[in-house]
T-cell receptor, first 109, second 114 residues
């Protein structure tokens, strides 16, 4: 079983919609949970991270971790065409990151 | 404000050639990583290094080797390139302890082996 599972999509939504991206993970010892964003022909960049359980908000983005169900979520409010990208969830294990396969998101004007 | 650079954006090599991919970071990071990214398979870790001359195998090290002679530079070597090594290769770096969750990625090298 892969450490982090993520539905690859693609996901297509109209501008202004609320987007929900989700992952599950297998190892209950993980403490750091990240969301990376990757634009076409670029390397991934850290969008947000959460330590342990709970929510973290940054502008239109909210990251949520539920350790009881081993579930990681990213919510995007008022989605914009500039949010079109691939979103990768990740967990930290030692020095290395375990990435999900990424969800491709397209926000249409 | 370039932080992680990779030697080539696009590379075409023939089967059996020895291929060098180079990565340089200017953030004085201890850890450096090489990934490959393929459609449907996501990012997969090939090797990482936590210090000069130190290396650890990742999930898919077969067919690859690495070299880290200086802190800022991490090289990926394909000893004898094969067509199944056609892929996007991404280098990343991070601090060893604090901030290990934030990896800084280079722009990637798209390698085609014919």
């Amino acid at each position: 079983q892969k450490e982090v599972e993520q539905d690859p999509g693609p996901l297509s939504v109209p501008e202004g919609a609320i987007v929900s991206l989700n992952c599950t993970y297998s190892n209950s010892a993980f403490q750091y949970f990240m969301w990376y964003r990757q634009y076409s022909r670029k390397g991934p960049e850290l969008l947000m991270y959460t330590y342990s359980s709970g929510n973290k908000e940054d502008g239109r983005f909210t990251a949520q971790v539920d350790k009881s169900s081993k579930y990681i979520s990213l919510f995007i409010r008022d989605s914009q065409p500039s949010d079109s990208a691939t979103y990768l969830c990740a967990t930290l294990s030692g020095y290395a990151l375990n990435f999900g396969k990424g969800t491709s998101l397209l926000v249409t004007p | 404000d370039v932080k992680v650079t990779q030697s080539s954006r696009y590379l075409v090599k023939r089967t059996g050639e020895k291929v060098f991919l180079e990565c340089v970071q200017d953030m004085d990071h201890e850890n450096m990583f090489w990934y490959r990214q393929d459609p449907g398979l996501g990012l997969r870790l090939i090797y990482f290094s936590y210090d000069v001359k130190m290396k650890e195998k990742g999930d898919i090290p077969e067919g690859y080797s690495v070299s880290r002679e200086k802190k800022e530079r991490f090289s990926l070597i394909l000893e004898s390139a094969s067509t199944n090594q056609t892929s996007m290769y991404l280098c990343a770096s991070t601090q060893r302890k604090t901030g290990a969750y934030e990896q800084y990625f280079g722009p990637g090298t798209r390698l085609t082996v014919t």
